[in-house]
């Protein structure tokens, strides 16, 4: 298995499951290894389940044969995924780092832009301060 406890990784699903599940997820923390035991109590999992087999009929039937990942999501919500709905060639661990930007001559309203456009794009843990 491509994942560890308390890692952060960006992943793909299989092709045939992005229109149901999504595509690129980004900077997802492993929470949590699970059975089919475990997942069903912290994700309707058979239900997801159901909706993806037709599209992909190589996954198995039962439940029990998946192994399911709970992730933590940017914004602390979590997420669990069948690692077998995953394309692990596309699984890529995430380094984080910290980044601090100055925006010389900018004015008061470019402020309300950057932190529209930084929520936009998944961030949620940002600070802008006006010097």
Not at 31 to 40: E, K, R, T, Y
């Amino acid at each position: 298995m491509n994942f560890e406890l308390k890692k952060s990784y960006d992943f793909n699903f299989k092709t045939e499951l992005v229109t149901l599940l999504g595509d690129k997820m980004k900077n997802m923390k492993v929470v949590g290894i699970l059975n089919a035991d475990q997942a069903v109590k912290v994700s309707d999992i058979a239900t997801i389940h159901t909706q993806v087999r037709p599209l992909d009929t190589t996954l198995p039937l039962n439940l029990n044969d998946l192994t399911f990942i709970m992730f933590e999501t940017l914004d602390k919500t979590t997420a669990v995924y069948a690692y077998e709905y995953i394309d692990v060639n596309s699984i890529t661990a995430v380094t984080t780092i910290n980044i601090r930007i100055d925006v010389n001559n900018a004015s008061t309203t470019d402020i309300t832009l950057l932190q529209q456009t930084l929520s936009e794009l998944g961030y949620v843990d940002f600070a802008i301060q006006q010097r």
